[in-house]
């Protein structure tokens, strides 16, 4: 997400604590909410699915998902 989505994001949360939003504003507000949040869950699912477990003999696992069963 762009630092200057970033910045509105706070932008409308400081005005929020000081006066009621308008509608559009809200409504600007939980688009670019929604738009972060899928974008955080995006780059989390990247570095999980490129992390590897190393067991003490020295053999590399890739971290299995949640209900999946170990590949052989």
């Not at 308008?22 to 989390?44: G, K, P």
């Amino acid at each position: 997400m762009e630092q200057k989505k970033i910045d509105r994001i706070n932008e409308l949360s400081r005005l929020a604590r000081q006066r009621e939003l308008t509608e559009e504003e809200q409504q600007e507000r939980a688009a670019l909410r929604s738009e972060y949040i899928a974008d955080f869950r995006r780059a989390t699912i990247d570095v999980l699915e490129n992390t590897y477990i190393v067991t003490p003999d020295g053999k590399k696992h890739k971290l299995q998902k949640k209900g999946e069963s170990p590949k052989k």
